[in-house]
């Protein structure tokens, strides 16, 4: 999160991560704590080899201070990841936003919440789920979780989900129903 910013404006540059195995791969847009980055190259490095100019690049002083940040087992490799500020909106944001729905569009979100259901290991969760946020908006996630049965991890994992088709919407605290998620709720026949 500290380089949200520098990296926003274009101060950083370079990111180095210590993985077993690669998790990023050049061309590709991630989701992250620092903002949507897009990713422009990325290598295996030796720490040793780390330049102070990458250093700086990466938002620290010299090459002890990035390898100083590094976390994970230290036998795992080190890779350089090339990064920029995703330029635009996040989709997801805009697709929230959009409260004007078709009877094509509240057929597909439900297509799309009966494959999540199905896929389910606990059940149907997505209509339950919704209705919770909409009844309980700005409620901590643990809260919401323990409310249903769940533990707090696999319930953010599901709420993320939603937001991906645009539904909910984080907070500081907790979720609350997007524009989006009302008008679907206020449209759909699906039960729950």
């Given at each position: 999160m500290?380089?949200?910013?520098?990296?926003?404006?274009?101060?950083?540059?370079v990111?180095?991560?210590r993985?077993?195995?690669?998790?990023?791969?050049?061309?590709h847009?991630?989701?992250?704590?620092?903002?949507r980055?897009?990713?422009?190259s990325v290598?295996?490095?030796?720490?040793?080899?780390?330049?102070k100019?990458?250093?700086r690049?990466?938002g620290?002083?010299?090459p002890?201070?990035?390898?100083?940040?590094?976390?994970?087992?230290?036998?795992f490799?080190?890779?350089?990841?090339?990064?920029?500020?995703?330029?635009?909106?996040d989709?997801?944001?805009?697709?929230?936003?959009?409260?004007e729905?078709?009877?094509?569009?509240?057929?597909?979100?439900?297509?799309?919440l009966?494959?999540?259901?199905?896929?389910?290991?606990?059940?149907?969760?997505?209509?339950t789920t919704?209705?919770l946020?909409?009844?309980?908006?700005?409620?901590?996630a643990a809260?919401?979780?323990?409310?249903?049965g769940?533990?707090r991890?696999?319930?953010?994992?599901?709420?993320?989900?939603?937001?991906?088709?645009?539904?909910?919407e984080?907070?500081a605290?907790?979720y609350r129903l997007?524009?989006?998620?009302r008008?679907?709720?206020?449209?759909?026949?699906?039960p729950?």
């Open positions: 500290r380089y949200r910013e520098p990296i926003e404006r274009g101060e950083v540059t990111i180095f991560r993985w077993r195995r690669c998790q990023v791969v050049a061309g847009t991630y989701r992250t704590a620092a903002g980055l897009d990713v422009l290598r295996e490095v030796d720490p040793a080899r780390i330049t100019a990458d250093a690049r990466a620290e002083a010299d002890d201070g990035v390898r100083a940040g590094l976390r994970g087992d230290p036998s490799p080190i890779y350089r990841i090339e990064v920029r500020a995703t330029p635009g909106p989709p997801r944001t805009v697709l929230a936003a959009g409260a729905l078709t009877d094509d569009d509240v057929a597909e979100i439900d297509r799309r009966d494959r999540l259901d199905r896929a389910s290991a606990i059940g149907p969760w997505t209509a919704l209705r946020i909409e009844a309980r908006p700005a409620t901590l809260d919401l979780a323990t409310s249903v769940r533990e991890d696999p319930f953010k994992l599901d709420v993320r989900k939603l937001k991906n088709l645009g539904l909910t984080s907070l605290v907790g997007s524009p989006r998620g008008a679907w709720l206020d449209r759909t026949s699906r729950g």
